[in-house]
């Protein structure tokens, strides 16, 4: 670094024609900049500048130096200014790791309009179940939900989503209407637990219920469980985003209104906190639209 640093200094001094007007444009003191291309010179062991009390010269060998490094300077202050560029303006392309029911559910129309907003960017998606590797793998990004599990990583907070009970009409005029969280032990309940054991903590107005649950399905996907449900097979605890679709073609409604679950926090997390514009647009842009939700 220190002797790109020293060619771009030399090119300042020729393209000044001295080290006068050198030190005018680039704010380095005029002996600063004698001694730098004295040190290059001493490096290359051959004179570079003719020098005068009233300008310089180039030497023979000093002209073919000053070509080349006038060709690496600018193209390192080109790289510089297009990386300037890319934290500016989103550009490239934005590599995330996504929950699959979530961003199928919940996220698509969300992304749908920022790829409107910013044409100029491509996207590579990853909504395999498995939990992808910000250290070892090329994305930008994961979202995920639920508490962070490597303290290691950047987790930035995106929302805390409520969630909400709900069953089919079908399966409540089955089973009935449960009037209570204690009536819940004795439904079937669909949840991302094992099967035949688990527990839902509910909240209404300060007070706080824990509910032991059980159901004949094992379930790892939310948008099995979210089918499930509409297909009379059970109640539900979820955020009311996911199931939106459902609930506006009354395959599933609201059970026991007055209470709710613990919210589910969604995260944005990043191998470090220098990201791109690209990464830092995106994260801000669900930030602002998950709030309105």
Same mark, same amino acid.
């Given at each position: 670094?220190? !002797?790109?640093?020293?060619? *771009?200094?030399? $090119?300042? %001094?020729?393209? =000044?024609?001295?080290?006068?007007?050198? &030190?005018? +444009?680039?704010?380095?003191?005029?002996?600063?900049?004698?001694?730098?291309?004295?040190?290059?010179?001493?490096?290359?062991?051959?004179?570079?500048?003719?020098?005068?009390?009233?300008?310089?010269?180039?030497?023979?060998?000093?002209?073919?130096?000053?070509?080349?490094?006038?060709?690496?300077?600018?193209?390192?202050?080109?790289?510089?200014?297009? !990386?300037?560029?890319?934290? *500016?303006?989103? $550009?490239? %392309?934005?590599? =995330?790791?996504?929950?699959?029911?979530? &961003?199928? +559910?919940?996220?698509?129309?969300?992304?749908?309009?920022?790829?409107?907003?910013?044409?100029?960017?491509?996207?590579?998606?990853?909504?395999?179940?498995?939990?992808?590797?910000?250290?070892?793998?090329?994305?930008?990004?994961?979202?995920?939900?639920?508490?962070?599990?490597?303290?290691?990583?950047?987790?930035?907070?995106?929302?805390?989503?409520?969630?909400?009970?709900?069953?089919?009409?079908?399966?409540?005029?089955?089973?009935?209407?449960?009037?209570?969280?204690?009536?819940? +032990?004795?439904?079937?309940?669909?949840?991302?637990?094992?099967?035949?054991?688990?527990?839902?903590?509910?909240?209404?107005?300060?007070?706080?219920?824990?509910?032991?649950?059980?159901?004949?399905?094992?379930?790892?996907?939310?948008?099995?469980?979210?089918?499930?449900?509409?297909?009379?097979?059970?109640?539900?605890?979820?955020?009311?985003?996911?199931?939106?679709?459902?609930?506006?073609?009354?395959?599933?409604?609201?059970?026991?209104?007055?209470?709710?679950?613990?919210?589910?926090?969604?995260?944005?997390?990043?191998?470090?906190?220098?990201?791109?514009?690209?990464?830092?647009?995106?994260?801000?842009?669900?930030?602002?639209?998950?709030?309105?939700?």
């Amino acid at each position: 670094m220190e !002797l790109l640093n020293d060619m *771009a200094l030399f $090119v300042e %001094v020729v393209k =000044a024609r001295g080290f006068r007007g050198a &030190a005018e +444009a680039t704010g380095v003191p005029n002996s600063t900049l004698s001694r730098r291309v004295s040190a290059l010179e001493k490096a290359i062991g051959l004179r570079l500048l003719h020098r005068t009390t009233r300008k310089v010269e180039l030497t023979e060998a000093g002209l073919i130096y000053y070509e080349r490094c006038r060709r690496i300077v600018d193209e390192a202050r080109l790289a510089h200014e297009q !990386l300037g560029d890319m934290l *500016a303006q989103p $550009v490239g %392309v934005l590599r =995330a790791s996504l929950p699959v029911d979530f &961003a199928v +559910a919940y996220l698509a129309p969300l992304i749908a309009e920022f790829a409107r907003q910013h044409p100029g960017l491509a996207f590579d998606f990853d909504l395999t179940p498995r939990r992808a590797d910000l250290v070892s793998e090329p994305f930008d990004v994961a979202i995920r939900m639920g508490a962070p599990e490597n303290s290691q990583l950047i987790a930035r907070h995106l929302a805390s989503l409520p969630t909400e009970l709900y069953a089919s009409p079908g399966y409540l005029r089955q089973r009935g209407m449960p009037a209570a969280p204690a009536e819940l +032990a004795g439904h079937e309940c669909l949840s991302m637990q094992k099967a035949g054991a688990g527990s839902w903590t509910l909240e209404s107005g300060g007070q706080q219920a824990s509910v032991a649950i059980g159901g004949r399905f094992a379930l790892n996907s939310v948008g099995l469980m979210r089918r499930l449900a509409a297909l009379d097979m059970g109640i539900i605890l979820i955020p009311a985003a996911v199931v939106a679709d459902e609930l506006a073609a009354g395959s599933l409604q609201r059970v026991l209104p007055a209470w709710s679950g613990a919210p589910i926090p969604v995260y944005a997390i990043t191998e470090t906190r220098l990201i791109p514009a690209k990464t830092q647009r995106f994260i801000e842009f669900l930030r602002v639209r998950l709030a309105r939700r």
